[in-house]
């Protein structure tokens, strides 16, 4: 079974601070005329309707710490030792699709090309905050419908991340109806809309949360990076 939500803006927990700190200021006011456009860009997210996300719970799974890979249905993928490692546990595995929409990945990439490339920055950067904000609240979901059983939930692993090749991408998509939450994938394993994110995460009695840590991660597009 597939669950889908459509969040609101307002639904979501955005601090204004982690904005200020991808851009590289910490928690300190921004300067201007970055102050204005934030202010602009939050102002907008407001009403945005496109925000959406969706799990699916498999039964059926295996992880094989020798081959470092996970078997979900008919599918296997290769996460690689990391996500392995962080998913030692699973009875079960959620897998998900979570995107701030197409409206403000639009804006982003016509400003970014256009006149005012600044103000395409920061919403490319509020776009990827909002991607995270309604992954955090679809886990919330998923968290309180498994949790009954006295389940627990691993954090978010995702392709492309971890040493996990983008390339299974095609694989997670599997495992859902096309164009869920409005998102589809290139050739290339790629995500449109831009802020949309995808992945797994463990459920079971003995799994453990942990906090993202870069050592993790050799990726050098995040932008979490920055603070």
């Known amino acids: 079974m597939i669950k889908e939500y459509n969040f609101k803006f ?9 904005i200020s700190s991808v851009l590289g200021y910490g928690e300190s006011s921004l300067p201007a005329p970055f102050d204005e456009y934030v202010k602009m860009a939050l102002y907008d997210a407001e009403f945005l309707t496109d925000i959406r996300c969706a799990y699916t719970i498999l039964e059926d799974v295996k992880i094989d710490y020798k081959k470092y890979s996970l ?3 008919k599918q296997e993928l290769n996460v690689g030792k990391a996500v392995c490692s962080e998913l030692k546990g699973a009875e079960r595995l959620a897998f998900y699709v979570c995107t701030a929409g197409k409206t403000i990945s639009e804006k982003s990439a016509s400003l970014l090309h256009g006149n ?3 103000l395409g920055y920061i919403y490319d950067v509020l776009g990827s905050i909002i991607t995270e904000a309604a992954g955090d609240l679809m ?13 627990q939930l691993t954090n978010r692993y995702s392709p492309g991340y971890c040493q996990w090749h983008v390339s ?12 869920i939450c409005g998102v589809s994938l290139t050739g290339s394993s ?9 992945g797994v995460i463990g459920i079971g009695k003995n799994v453990k949360y942990r906090e993202y840590v870069c050592t ?6 995040c932008i979490y990076r920055k603070i």
């Open 168 to 179: 299974d991408q095609h694989k997670l998509f599997s495992f859902f109806h096309e164009n």
């Open 190 to 198: 790629l995500m449109h809309p831009v802020k949309s994110i995808s």
């Open 10 to 18: 307002d639904e979501l927990i955005i601090n204004q601070g982690e």
């Open 216 to 221: 993790l991660c050799s990726s050098s597009n």
């Open 139 to 151: 886990q919330s979901f998923l968290k309180s419908e498994t949790g009954i059983d006295g389940d």
């Open 116 to 118: 005012d490339p600044v």
């Open 71 to 73: 078997l979900a249905g």
